[in-house]
């Protein structure tokens, strides 16, 4: 499996309900995705509104030949930074989470058992007015190893399953 194959496999999959940016990608990410999700509830007619619900989340995708710690530092910094940049706290906001996944040919070791270290969250005016969460994916494209953080563990199932299209080469 390759670096390319993975990424754009996984844009690929990820633009079925993400807005996609390749092209005006913020540096250093090859991709950045975006995802809305805002609902509204009421009560028989529309006047009679009841309450809305509105949840986002902002993925960065960066792919390199090896990554160590100095770079995962930075893209980790970078994508949680510009993901809060876009927050707009309010009573109608649910969420903003904030994803980070890098494809490397290797994974230093470093990398490797840092993982766990890599932890953001915040909320907003003591969560009543929201949270964001962060989540980081790790893929190790050559061996196929896949790391993640406590709340990337979500993310795991749905990326091996990816992978395993890539490598069947479907």
């Keep these: 499996m390759s670096t390319d194959d993975i990424f754009n496999t996984l ?3 990820y ?10 990608a913020l540096p250093p990410f090859d991709a950045t995705g975006y995802l809305s999700n805002e609902s509204q509830q ?6 009679a509104h009841i309450a809305s619900v509105n949840s986002y989340e902002h993925v960065y995708f960066k792919k390199c030949d ?3 710690i100095g770079t995962l530092n930075d893209l980790d910094r970078t994508a949680w930074e510009d993901g809060l ?3 707009r706290p309010s009573a109608d906001h649910k969420n903003t989470d904030v994803a980070l996944i890098v494809i490397a040919d290797r994974v230093l070791e470093e ?4 993982i766990d270290t890599y932890k953001h969250s915040k909320n907003y005016k003591l969560g009543f007015f929201g949270f964001s969460n962060y989540r980081l994916v790790v893929i190790e494209a050559l061996s196929g190893l896949i790391l993640t953080n406590r709340r990337g563990r979500d993310l795991k199932d749905f ?11 479907v």
């Excluded at 633009?15 to 005006?24: A, F, L």
């Excluded at 009421?42 to 006047?47: E, P, Q």
């Excluded at 990398?111 to 840092?114: E, I, L, M, R, T």
Aim: glycine content about 12%.
């Design 159 to 169: 990326i091996a399953h990816i992978i395993k299209k890539v490598g069947k080469g």
């Design 15 to 24: 633009g079925g309900y993400y807005n996609i940016d390749k092209d005006g």
């Design 42 to 47: 009421y009560f028989l007619v529309k006047a």
């Design 111 to 114: 990398v490797k058992s840092a």
């Design 85 to 87: 940049s876009r927050v």
């Design 66 to 68: 090896e990554l160590d």
């Design 11 to 13: 844009t690929e999959t």
